[in-house]
């Protein structure tokens, strides 16, 4: 499976962003899905996953109550709606599928970079 990511930008402290994730192939509805992110200087992080119905949903404290993961198998896109941005939300998000039953995320995105100004 291939992952594009998008929806990254510039915005303030407070403000919301809408991060999309593409995926090809006709079997994105059997992956888990999840989003990590990078800060500069800093080890790649974990920020959410999804299960592969949409049933199931996992967020790291920092992002809990602001973030929400999401995914819509007809379209083949998992999302992540960020609200109320922290300073220390800047990283580049990047989307990654794992097969069901597996631990392993094996497939990635490029990344999109989100910043957001105090």
């Known amino acids: 499976v291939q992952l594009q990511a998008s929806g990254g930008g510039l915005v303030q402290a407070g403000e919301s962003l809408r991060l999309s994730c593409a995926a090809s192939g006709r079997t994105f509805s059997t992956y888990g899905m999840a989003w990590f992110r990078q800060a500069p200087g800093k080890e790649r992080e974990f920020v959410a996953r999804i299960s592969w119905s949409g049933g199931s949903t996992y967020y790291t404290d920092s992002v809990k109550g602001r973030f929400t993961i999401t995914r819509d198998n007809a379209k083949n896109t998992v999302y992540l709606q960020m609200d109320s941005l922290k300073p220390e939300d800047t990283a580049v998000y990047f989307c990654?599928?794992?097969?069901?039953?597996?631990?392993?995320?094996?497939?990635w995105g490029q990344g999109t970079q989100v910043t957001v100004s105090s």
């Open positions: 990654a599928a794992r097969q069901t039953g597996s631990t392993t995320y094996r497939y």
